[in-house]
């Protein structure tokens, strides 16, 4: 999996498929489901540490089907823009400052798909999925689909869910085919100047050109961001095997090395411990 993963690690998949099209997904989805057979869904692996023992089951990566992307105006002025799971989140951001609309440039330089974005409920100090998302349509595990509207998303800090009654009980099996998301008709010149500002920003703070997946702990509900506390507990730099503490940002963990999981699990153990025993923060 570590060719597939932007951390570059993790062992392989007993199985790993790329569907081709979305006929493809549900016959395999349903195929697995109605065999026992336990499946992940991965978009770009941005945001996944995968085991060096690698994955159990079958590992289906959406980057090849479900990259359409669909608007049509609304009676309230604004445009619905449908785009389907396995489309890059870059791709998004683009066609939306291409048309005009504003909303998407929040995810910009989030690197992973729109499928990963919303059920990460992906953002930044801009926005997030939360602000722009109305619906979004799920394959179940038996083959049926669903279109679960925003009312009945329950959106957290990067992580969205919804009561599983709507999806007959099927949580993690779940897979998003899509998301429609209400955006508005705006100033392109205004959106696109946005747009470099936010990337130039983006650039300055983060170790550009190294393998990670972003910024590795949550922040705290309040008070110093995660990256500060593991700053503050002086571990910008250290290192376990390939793994690095990166001395850009502290809450990057970045692969300079030939890293295993193992390394990055050994350095996450240790920034927990740290910052638990200097700050008392989990
Ligand atoms: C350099 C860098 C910067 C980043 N910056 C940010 C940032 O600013 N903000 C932010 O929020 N995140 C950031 N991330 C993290 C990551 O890019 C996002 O969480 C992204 O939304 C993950 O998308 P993905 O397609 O890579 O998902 P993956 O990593 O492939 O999967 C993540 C999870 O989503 C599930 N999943 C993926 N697709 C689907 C689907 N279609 N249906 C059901 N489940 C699915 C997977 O099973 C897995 O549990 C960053 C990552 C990197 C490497």
């Known amino acids: ?24 997904l549900e016959t395999l989805v349903k195929w697995s489901w109605d065999r026992g057979l336990s499946y992940l869904i991965i978009g770009r692996g941005t945001n996944l540490l995968v085991k060096d023992n690698g994955i159990h089951g079958i590992a289906i990566k959406l ?17 619905m823009v449908t785009a389907m799971a396995g489309v890059n989140l870059k791709t998004l951001c683009s066609y939306a400052l291409k048309q005009g609309l504003e909303g998407m440039n929040f995810a910009l330089g989030i690197p992973g798909t729109v499928g990963g974005g919303i059920i990460m409920n992906a953002g930044t100090s801009h926005g997030s999925m939360e602000n722009v998302l109305n619906s979004i349509d799920v394959l179940l595990p038996t083959g049926d689909t669903r279109r679960i509207k925003k009312e009945a998303l329950n959106f957290a800090y990067r992580k969205l869910s919804w009561n599983p009654e709507l999806t007959d009980g099927h949580r993690d099996q779940t897979v998003i085919l899509d998301g429609r998301f209400f955006l508005c008709p705006s100033d392109p ?11 130039r920003t983006r650039k300055q703070g983060q170790p550009i050109g190294w393998p990670s997946a972003g910024c590795f702990f949550k922040n705290p509900a309040s008070g110093k961001t995660a990256g500060q506390l593991i700053e503050m507990a002086g571990l910008k730099g250290k290192s376990f ?8 940002h502290a809450n990057f963990f970045i692969n300079r090395h030939n890293a295993s999981a193992t390394d990055f699990l050994a350095l996450i153990d240790l920034a927990e411990k740290v910052v638990l025993e200097k700050f008392n923060v989990h």
């Open 1 to 24: 999996m570590s060719r597939h993963t932007s951390l570059r690690v993790g062992g392989p998949a007993e199985v790993f498929v790329t569907p081709e099209n979305v006929e493809d």
């Open 63 to 79: 980057t090849k089907c479900l990259k359409k992307i669909d608007q049509a105006d609304t009676n309230t002025g604004g445009v």
């Open 189 to 199: 010149e205004a959106l696109k100047r946005m747009a470099r500002e936010i990337i």
């Open 241 to 248: 095997g390939g793994a690095e503490i990166s001395s850009k």
